[in-house]
């Protein structure tokens, strides 16, 4: 086989278009992955829970689209929080916007020592009865 015919018979390559811009009014995957971010976040029920997915989605957006489609996944996803008049997720992506980062949360210090519980009345009963 030529060289000239087996140029014909390959599929021309997929150009890979580098647009930085993410639109998700425009592109419909772009408004899937909002919204599934969105589920996904607004499903959490306390902070740390939330910052994790939104790091999640940040990533994954990042990896498929390039660090330039952040801000616009961040402005679509926002819009799609205040909508819902979802508080909490708000202001985690304006502090993100803000800072550049996402909050850092102060885990709970634990202690080595033993928990102290509280005697059962059922111990009370047991004493008094032995007292009388």
């Known amino acids: 086989m030529s060289a000239s015919k087996s140029n014909k018979l390959r599929k021309p390559a997929r150009k890979k278009t580098n647009n930085p811009a993410f639109d998700s009014k425009l ?3 772009h408004a899937m992955i909002v919204s599934r971010s969105a589920s996904h976040i607004a499903s959490t029920l306390s902070a740390q829970p939330r910052i994790n997915a939104l790091a999640e989605a940040l990533a994954e957006v990042a990896q498929d689209f390039g660090d330039d489609a952040i801000d616009g996944f961040l402005i679509a996803l926002k819009s799609w929080f205040v909508q819902r008049e ?17 909050p850092e949360i102060a885990q709970p210090s634990q202690t080595g ?3 102290i519980s509280r005697r059962s009345s059922k111990d009370d009963n047991v004493t ?3 007292a009388a």
């Open 128 to 130: 008094s009865l032995r």
């Open 86 to 102: 979802y508080g909490a997720a708000i202001e985690l992506i304006g502090y993100f916007q803000k800072h550049g980062r996402l």
């Open 27 to 29: 592109w419909p995957v």
């Open 113 to 115: 020592g033993r928990r």
